[in-house]
């Protein structure tokens, strides 16, 4: 088989404990794909070397040449310098670490970088549920909470790439302590550790006799698949607490309908697995908040592409050149 009229794009999805990496052609068709450990103990030297090693065996199995490399980063990234800047939830010293370059270097190929968070929002609007959608947001619900808004068709990206955090908007004045140093973020209250806690909790109260059946009493056991079983099975503990969890996302989404007037909202994560049952409190939330036009048809929903929006948006990224708009209304 000749691909030699077609381009063909890597994107890497750098996470935390895994890196995925996808080959695929401009329309988001992926030809080769796989996961492995990311191994940040190793240091930057160690997981530059293993994900560059990854896209050059895809790239060789698939029998094709890449024209670029799109890259999502989970921290701040400087998109223009194609460096790091400050990466929390991998171990190693990421601080101004030239990864794009590094990479671009061993891959004989241009890379572009950006926030991992981004890159999935990216993927949905280009490839996922949000084709042809004029202006949407998304909530990746998994370890943190991460998003994205496509304004007018565009990701809205602001002056350094990390807008679109719309996880930490604060949903409770007093609430815990948050990842990113504030508190009360509606990530406190709907990623899957927090929800899990919350289960657990529920469990060792006597309050949650389906789910302790469920996992087998073992609190490590408790996730958002387990929490919706029980749910299902009549815990109203467990009921209770997905009720809240999508009550705050509509809280914490209102706000932004407000702002934004949205014709959807994507669920993403691992905690999108509940959408079926945060969407009904959630709607609720924000009509209740929601009253200077009507909200009815705005469409709540949960990704169509899962765990690959990450290399797709990389992907489209790749594809375009670089995560930042070329063209600036101002100079
Ligand atoms: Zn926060």
Redesign the pocket.
């Known amino acids: 088989v000749s691909h030699s009229q077609t381009s063909f794009f890597a994107g890497i999805d750098l996470g935390g404990t895994n890196v995925a990496t996808a080959i695929g052609d401009a329309n988001g068709n992926i030809v080769a794909h796989e996961r492995q450990l990311t191994g940040a103990p190793d240091g930057h030297a160690a997981v530059i070397g293993r994900i560059a090693s990854s896209v050059e065996r895809l790239a060789s199995r698939a029998g094709i040449r890449l024209d670029a490399v799109g890259m999502g980063v989970p921290g701040l990234v400087d998109i223009a310098a194609g460096e790091t800047r400050f990466l929390p939830n991998l171990s190693g010293n990421w601080k101004d670490v030239p990864l794009a370059s590094c990479l671009s270097e061993r891959l004989g190929c241009p890379v572009h970088l950006l926030n991992d968070a981004r890159a999935a929002a990216l993927g949905e609007a280009i490839f996922g549920l949000g084709r042809g959608v004029r202006t949407m947001l998304i909530y990746t619900l998994g370890t943190g909470v991460g998003g994205g808004i496509v304004i007018d068709g565009r990701l809205h990206m602001g002056p350094l790439g990390t807008a679109g955090e719309i996880g ?1 908007v604060c949903v409770q004045a007093d609430g815990p302590w ?3 140093g ?1 508190r009360g ?1 509606l ?1 406190t209250f709907v990623s899957g550790p927090a929800l899990a806690g919350e289960g657990v909790r529920l469990m060792l109260s006597g309050n949650a006799p389906a789910l302790k059946r469920l996992c087998g009493g073992d609190m490590n056991r408790v996730s958002p698949e387990i929490l919706g079983e029980a749910a299902r099975e009549g815990d109203v503990g467990v009921q209770a607490a997905i009720e809240r969890a999508g009550s705050l996302l509509g809280l914490a989404a209102s706000g932004q309908v407000l702002a934004l007037h949205p014709d959807l909202i994507i669920l993403s994560g691992g905690v999108a697995g509940l959408t079926g049952m945060l969407t009904p409190p959630m709607r609720r939330a924000i009509q209740e908040r929601v009253r200077m036009f009507p909200v009815d048809r705005i469409r709540v929903e949960r990704s169509s592409l899962g765990e690959m929006a990450g290399v797709l948006g990389a992907i489209a990224v790749a594809r375009q050149g670089g995560a930042m708009p070329a063209e600036r209304v101002h100079p």
Do not use: G
């Open positions: 930490h948050c990842s990113c504030s973020c990530e």
